[in-house]
């Protein structure tokens, strides 16, 4: 027989029932001999976002595809040099875009006419002294940098937070078992499976691109990066028994 209760799946009787295992969705199936209760919970924790991950990059337009691309080799080594002469680690500095593009104008009634071409690299960065990458990226446009995006913030190592949020969350659901017992009149007798969804609260997706096109003087002021909390997450299946 089923009966609902607060929101909660009671099955009560002897019932056999399967259970996804923790990270793995392998089946186990056990015999409970009082009422089962299924529960949800989430463990929660808040912490200072330790690295920032930003996106700059040179964009250089020249008559031929060949001066494009060795202008925007000359400007991006000169941006490396900044970086690594702030302290970047080389580890933490990665191309991750090149790419080559004609140019063409469109006159009335003619063929499309070759103009050009830009290219574009681009370079990932991961700073890890949030509150001083601003003043490093001032320098990046200094030195030729003309397009920046992010950042995203992040944490570095999550395990040792989201063991605290699963630590959490698994008091959360004993103490959610226990109001549901009393309530009942019953005790609980055990717990009978754990389950751990995905997700795990991982940090929130980067805003949509915003390239920042500048050049020397707009500047009245250093960028700042403010890192604020975020917020880390574990949700847990619990089975109980109750009698």
Known sequence: MKKAVFGALLLLG??????????????????????????????????????AIISAGVVSRSA?????????????????????RAGVAERDIQTSNVNLNPEYRYPENQSPQLVGYTANN??????????????????????????????????????????EARANAVAIGRARAETYARSLGLRVVRVVAISEGGGYGAPPPPPPPMP???????????????????????????????Q
């Open 64 to 84: 031929t595809a060949s001066a494009a691309l060795q202008d925007a080799a000359n400007r991006m080594d000169k941006v490396v040099a900044a970086l690594k």
């Open 212 to 242: 920042m096109m500048m050049a020397r003087g707009e500047r009245d002021s250093s960028t700042a990066i403010a890192p604020g909390e975020q917020k880390l997450q574990v949700n847990l299946g619990m089975t109980f028994e109750l």
């Open 14 to 51: 002897t019932a056999a029932f399967a259970s996804p295992a923790v990270a793995q969705q392998a089946s186990i199936t056990q015999t409970i001999a009082g009422t089962r209760l299924d529960i949800t919970a989430t463990g929660e924790v808040s912490r200072v976002p330790d690295i």
């Open 122 to 163: 681009t370079l990932t960065i991961r700073f890890r002294d949030i509150r001083s990458s601003g003043k490093i990226l001032d320098a990046l446009v200094a030195e030729g940098a003309n397009q920046i995006n992010g950042p995203n913030l992040t944490i570095d190592k999550p395990e040792p937070a989201l063991d």
